[in-house]
């Protein structure tokens, strides 16, 4: 527990200062386009309904959704204009950010201009101000109390949702609560909830110092309350000023431990090589080949399988070494992505049991699993349902469950261990499986490709010799064994350890060291 | 009668579409230094009127001249701040103080800082005002030193001309009587050229030395308060301009019949 704590504070600087310049950033850009925005609906009646409806919808688009979607917008939009956009990372954050933002201050705004006294807009223009005068010496002032409130809820939301910016490559407060979700650390999902709660509340009342200093007119609290905010961002963001001389890599990893392991494991290598390396986690299977392929990020491992059917489209499984031929020699030529080779272990998609129920239904393969599977409920990680394989299964041995269920890998063991599914989409690498006591169902039609783990590098990175210096000792050289002993070591229930050390730990096992 | 200060040459202005009519061919010429009142009932297009001649609003058809000049030709914000301009819903800024408010026609025409504060203070003087309320806000004023200060904002910038809407409407009849007359002193001493709005006959008589009655957006009767409390020939003119004298001398017969019991 102590540990846990200790190593999320260490994490803390650079998560923090990424989290405060995201949602500051957002938050301004919101600003800068929804108050001229409220200004315009708020002098013409036909435009606002509008405005407020498009807005209002934003809204309603959950904002992991939002977030995700900017993705293939940008990719869409960068080869409209010929350009290549950052589809992952700050940009897409920023954008979703902004939009999302954006409700409060454009009803706020509008409703604190709209609402200011008739006469007093009639004695403005008896005076003879001119339309931008009567906006920026009346009515600005008059709604600005109001506008304040709504800038109050902008920020919240969008302090908030930054969170959710992780899954697509963004660094945010949310890195502790994905990837402590993912390896069942509970205490880094609380760490990063109560962060972004108090930079919320911190945000919220500087904000709030300076909304009743202007109900008040009172310049000491506006004062107050600007200078807490704008020293209050500096101190935060100062760490990401700390000047980075060393070449740096990004290294990507899906949502799940054995992932977030191996990215720390290469990141390490990078840096024992005098480069700097950041982690990208959380990422999608479909999102992270495309986005090593447009060099959003430059390495990460992924899995023979995988690669052969969702990114090749292929139906055919040919053997373990033709398949790996095969894709060295695709992938370069379709991508230019580089395969530098397999590490040595499979994490294969295999349905697992636990091992009493087997034992009682009589089921070892999953031929024999058909007839048992209408009184069974399939529980699956968040993308094996929708993936070719499961169909490739499904074809082959003719399987219909009772029931199929989607869960966070995590909680797909869970699921399996309460009794809620019976079957589940296992990884045979995890070391939940001894752990759990679990069996994995042989595939004697061969309907399951091979999975070994293979590093691949982005085109830009493909004659980089320090990044290929760093990762070739580990091709080859880590056994499934190893692997799993380090997912075991995150994923269990007590004397859990981070990512970092379960990397530490296996460069160790594996004498890369 | 001197040089005509402001013209207006057949005003025309409908609204629908054409379907109704705020005013019809009103024709007035006002001197400088003169002191009119447009009265009439609820409708009768005397605002109307009097917001075309600061812009406030465009007539169809017709030209407002001042000095000479038409009005459509002037920017309506640039001509604005030649005009005072005040009326019953007072408008005073709330986020601003007294002094402050007073201050903004100065302001927009760009004074020094110093002479608009001078000049603040100089104008609180000539309300009847204490120089102590520049600093308060308008909130905390009844509502006859409010028109006091809207009154004071409109002659800020020291305009030749004052339009006036129903400019004592809200006000209680003691503070009404007092501060009509107290614009009367200022309407001679500073030369202004007058036009007020106001359904209230008697106080039209008694301040202005000219009335023009008006109904249906027509002008039905422009003289002096003496001849048209004299009789005129439009009954409807005749009914309305009889109020003051019916009233008083209702009063006077209550007053005669000696005390009540």
């Known amino acids: 527990?102590?540990?846990?704590?200790?190593?999320?504070?260490?994490?803390?600087?650079?998560?923090?200062?990424?989290?405060?310049?995201?949602?500051?950033?957002?938050?301004?850009?919101?600003?800068?386009?929804?108050?001229?925005?409220?200004?315009?609906?708020?002098?013409?009646?036909?435009?606002?309904?509008?405005?407020?409806?498009?807005?209002?919808?934003?809204?309603?688009?959950?904002?992991?959704?939002?977030?995700?979607?900017?993705?293939?917008?940008?990719?869409?939009?960068?080869?409209?204009?010929?350009q290549k956009l950052p589809a992952l990372g700050f940009l897409p954050s920023l954008l979703a950010l902004a939009l999302y933002s954006m409700l409060p201050v454009l009803r706020n705004g509008v409703t604190g201009i709209t609402g200011v006294d008739p006469a007093v807009r009639e004695a403005a223009d008896g005076l003879g101000m001119t339309p931008a005068q009567t906006l920026w010496r009346v009515e600005l002032p008059l709604a600005a109390p109001v506008i304040m409130a709504g800038v109050r809820?902008?920020?919240?939301?969008?302090?908030?949702?930054?969170?959710?910016?992780?899954?697509?490559?963004?660094?945010?407060?949310?890195?502790?609560?994905?990837?402590?979700?993912?390896?069942?650390?509970?205490?880094?999902?609380?760490?990063?909830?109560?962060a972004s709660a108090v930079l919320a509340l911190a945000a919220d009342q500087l904000l709030g110092l300076i909304e009743g200093g202007l109900a008040r007119r009172d310049r000491r609290r506006i004062l107050a309350g600007g200078i807490g905010l704008?020293?209050?961002?500096?101190l935060a963001m100062a760490p990401l000023l700390v000047h980075e001389n060393r070449p740096r890599y990004v290294i990507g990893a899906k949502n799940f431990s054995e992932q977030f392991i191996l990215a720390d494991l290469i990141g390490r290598r990078l840096e024992e090589q005098g480069a700097a390396a950041q982690s990208r986690e959380g990422l999608g299977s479909a999102v992270i080949f495309r986005a090593l392929a447009a060099g959003d990020i430059d390495a990460y491992v992924d899995y023979s399988g995988t690669l052969w059917t969702n990114v090749l489209g292929r139906r055919d499984i040919p053997s373990r070494q033709a398949m790996l031929e095969a894709l060295t020699k695709e992938l370069k030529a379709r991508y230019g992505v580089t395969v530098v080779g397999a590490l040595g272990f499979e994490n294969a998609y295999a349905l697992a049991m636990k091992a009493d129920r087997a034992q009682a239904l009589g089921v070892h393969t999953l031929a024999d699993l058909a007839p048992a599977a209408p009184g069974l409920t399939l529980g699956g990680d968040?993308?094996?349902?929708?993936?070719?394989?499961?169909?490739?299964?499904?074809?082959?041995?003719?399987?219909?469950?009772?029931?199929?269920?989607?869960?966070?890998?995590?909680?797909?063991?869970?699921?399996?261990?309460?009794g809620e599914a019976d079957v589940i989409s296992a990884f045979s690498s995890d070391g939940r499986i001894a752990a759990d006591n679990l069996v994995t169902l042989a595939d004697p039609k061969g309907a399951v490709p091979a999975y070994?783990?293979?590093?691949?590098?982005?085109?830009?990175?493909?004659?980089?010799?320090?990044?290929?210096?760093?990762?070739?000792?580990?091709?080859?050289?880590?056994?499934?064994?190893?692997?799993?002993?380090?997912?075991?070591?995150?994923?269990?229930?007590?004397?859990?350890?981070?990512?970092?050390?379960?990397?530490?730990a296996l460069a160790k096992a594996i004498g890369v060291q | 009668m001197a040089d005509p200060l402001i013209e207006l040459d057949q005003i025309g202005k409908s609204f629908d579409g054409g379907r109704a009519f705020a005013l019809r061919d009103v024709t007035l010429s006002l001197a400088q230094g003169s002191f009119t009142a447009l009265v009439g009932q609820s409708g009768s297009g005397k605002t109307t009127t009097l917001k075309t001649i600061n812009r406030l609003v465009e007539p169809d058809r017709g030209e407002v001249r001042i000095g000479g000049r038409a009005v459509r030709d002037q920017p309506g914000p640039q001509l604005r701040r030649g005009i005072g301009y005040v009326f019953q819903g007072i408008g005073l800024f709330p986020h601003l103080t007294v002094g402050e408010n007073i201050a903004a026609g100065p302001r927009l025409a760009g004074w020094a800082k110093d002479r608009t504060a001078a000049r603040s203070l100089e104008l609180l003087d000539l309300v009847a005002l204490p120089r102590a309320v520049a600093d308060r806000r308008p909130a905390e004023l009844s509502g006859g030193q409010q028109q006091r200060v809207g009154l004071a904002r409109a002659l800020a910038a020291g305009p030749k001309i004052m339009l006036m809407d129903e400019p004592f409407g809200a006000l209680d009849p003691v503070t009404r009587l007092e501060l009509g007359d107290a614009y009367r002193a200022l309407h001679q001493r500073l030369g202004l050229t007058t036009v007020m709005v106001t359904h209230d006959v008697q106080e039209a008589v008694l301040l202005a030395d000219r009335v023009v009655v008006m109904k249906g957006g027509r002008v039905l009767a422009d003289d002096a308060p003496r001849n048209l409390?004299?009789?005129?020939?439009?009954?409807?003119?005749?009914?309305?301009?009889?109020?003051?004298?019916?009233?008083?001398?209702?009063?006077?017969?209550?007053?005669?019949?000696?005390?009540?019991?």
């Open chain 1, 1 to 82: 527990m102590g540990e846990q704590v200790k190593a999320a504070f260490a994490l803390l600087p650079s998560y923090l200062g990424q989290h405060v310049l995201l949602s500051l950033s957002a938050l301004v850009l919101g600003l800068v386009l929804s108050l001229p925005l409220a200004v315009w609906a708020a002098r013409d009646a036909r435009v606002r309904w509008p405005v407020l409806a498009l807005a209002s919808l934003i809204q309603t688009i959950p904002g992991l959704a939002l977030l995700a979607l900017f993705y293939p917008l940008l990719l869409a939009l960068g080869s409209l204009i010929g």
């Open chain 1, 153 to 194: 809820t902008a920020a919240v939301w969008t302090i908030g949702a930054a969170t959710l910016s992780t899954p697509v490559g963004q660094p945010s407060l949310g890195n502790y609560i994905f990837s402590g979700l993912q390896t069942e650390n509970w205490v880094f999902v609380l760490f990063g909830c109560g």
């Open chain 1, 230 to 234: 704008v020293v209050g961002a500096a």
């Open chain 1, 382 to 418: 968040l993308e094996f349902l929708s993936r070719p394989e499961w169909a490739a299964i499904r074809r082959a041995y003719g399987l219909n469950f009772k029931a199929e269920r989607s869960y966070n890998p995590t909680f797909m063991y869970q699921a399996l261990k309460s």
């Open chain 1, 452 to 504: 070994d783990a293979v590093v691949l590098v982005s085109p830009k990175r493909a004659g980089d010799r320090r990044l290929l210096a760093a990762v070739r000792p580990l091709i080859g050289h880590i056994p499934v064994d190893a692997m799993r002993q380090a997912n075991l070591s995150v994923d269990r229930d007590r004397d859990k350890s981070t990512p970092q050390d379960a990397a530490a």
């Open chain 2, 229 to 261: 409390l004299a009789g005129h020939p439009d009954p409807d003119v005749a009914a309305l301009m009889s109020t003051p004298r019916v009233q008083a001398e209702r009063v006077a017969e209550l007053m005669r019949s000696g005390p009540g019991g």
